[in-house]
């Protein structure tokens, strides 16, 4: 799958995932949880996106970065 943002698939995202690399293991869950909810709520300007097919529609996977950070902490 591209790893561009669909509207097609998006309308059809079941499940959503945030791939968190090891750099960030010392981040506090609620920080993680607010970065998540930021990421994917603007889908479209993830560095990393990828949409996964599921049986029922689609699963978009985020790894974060630390432009992905960046963009949302301003």
């Known amino acids: 799958m591209s790893n561009e943002f669909d509207p097609y698939r998006e309308a059809l995202v079941m499940e959503t995932i945030t791939i968190w690399p090891e750099e960030y293991d010392d981040w506090e869950p609620e920080d993680k ?3 998540e909810e930021l990421l994917h709520a603007d889908p479209a300007n993830a560095a990393e996106m990828e949409y996964v097919r599921m049986h029922s529609g689609f699963r ?3 790894t ?6 960046q963009r949302i902490s301003k």
């Not at 974060?64 to 950070?69: A, G, K, N, Q, S």
């Open 64 to 69: 974060v970065t630390p432009e992905d950070l």
């Open 60 to 62: 978009r996977e985020i």
């Open 33 to 35: 949880r607010r970065a």
